[in-house]
């Protein structure tokens, strides 16, 4: 008898070790090995007490993972980014000529990354140097999400979201790419940092201004968060301080304004670019928005109406006078495209038919990607789950915080995006937003993982 309870443990045993065998291999082949090992190192970091200096230790950590980005690829400026980079070169030298290229008179608030880069360039003589500044940008804005998630949640809860934000491959991989994303949204949630403190003074909204504008003469997103400021304004709106609210709103949208338009003239006035920082085509963003065949992306096709105004203003009316199902099924995709993935494969040559030798192994470069893509995928869609249930289960909290204002600025975001032309880079901006409210969400797990890890201390001690 005693034999056969041994037999039948063994087997059991045995059935258990064949099941985690099974598992891992499932694991192993769908890529999810990684992403579970991620967030068990970042669960611990985030429960372990006492990490002193912790924001520094974020940073430099940050830093150091994307300069090492910057260092490993090398990736070579293609589309839009080669005309920047190319202007920003002839505009180091004292070449003025973007003043007669289409692009620029056409979008010239193009124009203000381009003088921005210019300088760097004058004085540094090397990309490479954009790049690091781009990288300490970047840096910067892990911090951030570990600031406001602290302040809006809990230590821990920020420690998880700033962490995982730090090593999500997508804003990695933008950290490669020589984009206007990475300072306008630096310039941006800084300028935010300043709206949202506590007991906010004159000078907070005169700074957030200031910054938000800059930010907006990098990359024209500062339309998002002017209406998400209006908003929530509007929502916090309370009798004993109209007043106050519309002075404070007066000063902020004043000096906002004051800066686009005076920085356009400057630039106008000292010959570098005619058109100014001026949009002189903003209907071809609708054009490519309302795209049913090409899911709101940029389409070549469409470039046939570009520049004949009334014939864009046709197509758009044209693409929105559709029936409603079609119409739906174009958001559904829109949303889907722009909200749920994140294009990073690096659709280049040069790395795609690389391979590296580990331990004697042979390791593509293709291979490896997939492994980060599935990785990106999974973060990304679980942080945006976290995000969607800590709004829900702390909305009445959410309402009278100042969070509230990220939640108003996704949802601006996501009506801005319904209509206009979509690009998985253009949700950069939002991204930290979106890991910030996360931390709501970790928070719920966190606890949950807290609880039972007091409870088996505690039936260790009883035992």
């Not at 570990?146 to 979201?161: D, P, Q, T």
């Not at 000096?255 to 209907?283: C, E, H, M, R, W």
């Not at 975001?413 to 319904?418: A, I, K």
Request: charged letters at 15%; aromatic letters at 16%; a positive charge.
């Amino acid at each position: 008898m005693k034999n056969k309870n041994i037999l039948s443990n063994l087997f059991m045993y045995f059935t258990i070790i064949v099941f985690s065998i099974i598992t891992l291999i499932f694991l192993m082949q769908n890529n999810i090995i990684i992403s579970i090992l991620a967030y068990l190192v970042v669960i611990f970091v985030s429960l372990k007490n006492n990490i002193k200096k912790f924001p520094i230790i974020l940073f430099v950590t940050s830093l150091v993972i994307r300069l090492a980005m910057i260092f490993i690829f090398n990736f070579a400026p293609v589309s839009d980014f080669e005309t920047l980079l190319n202007a920003s070169k002839d505009f180091a030298n004292g070449d003025f000529s973007i003043q007669n290229e289409p692009y620029f008179t056409t979008w010239g608030y193009q124009t203000g990354f381009v003088i921005y880069q210019g300088i760097i360039l004058k004085i540094f003589n090397s990309v490479f140097v954009l790049k690091v500044l781009n990288a300490i940008f970047s840096s910067v804005l892990c911090l951030l999400v570990y600031l406001f998630g602290k302040k809006i949640c809990s230590e821990k809860s920020a420690r998880m979201a700033s962490l995982l934000y730090m090593i999500f491959p997508f804003s990695l991989y933008m950290n490669t790419i020589l984009a206007n994303h990475h300072i306008a949204t630096f310039l941006t949630y800084i300028g935010i940092f300043f709206l949202l403190k506590d007991n906010k003074k004159i000078k907070d909204y005169v700074i957030a201004a200031v910054l938000i504008s800059f930010g907006n003469i990098m990359r024209p997103e500062g339309i998002i968060v002017l209406f998400s400021l209006l908003l929530f304004e509007i929502f916090r709106l309370k009798k004993d301080l109209i007043l106050k609210t519309i002075r404070n709103l007066l000063i902020f949208f004043v000096i906002y304004f004051a800066i686009g338009i005076a920085s356009s003239l400057i630039v106008q006035k000292t010959g570098i670019n005619d058109a100014g920082l001026s949009n002189n085509n903003p209907q071809w963003k609708f054009v490519l928005g309302f795209n049913h065949d090409s899911c709101g992306y940029y389409s070549a096709e469409d470039e046939k109406y570009l520049n004949d105004k009334e014939e864009e203003i046709e197509v758009i009316k044209e693409r929105i006078n559709v029936s409603p199902l079609k119409m739906a099924k174009l958001m559904t995709c829109k949303v889907n495209h722009f909200w749920l993935q994140s294009d990073i494969s690096s659709k280049n040559e040069m790395y795609s038919n690389k391979a590296y030798n580990v331990l004697g192994m042979q390791i593509k470069f293709t291979d490896v990607e997939k492994v980060v893509i599935s990785f990106n995928t999974i973060l990304y869609i679980i942080t945006f789950l976290m995000c969607i249930i800590g709004v829900i289960f702390n909305r009445k909290k959410i309402i009278k915080d100042n969070s509230f204002f990220f939640v108003i600025m996704i949802m601006v975001t996501f009506f801005v995006y319904l209509l206009i032309e979509i690009q998985p880079r253009y949700a950069y901006f939002i991204h930290v937003s979106i890991f910030i409210l996360s931390t709501y969400g970790y928070e719920i797990v966190l606890n949950k993982i807290k609880k039972l890890l007091n409870k088996k201390n505690k039936m260790k001690l009883r035992s």
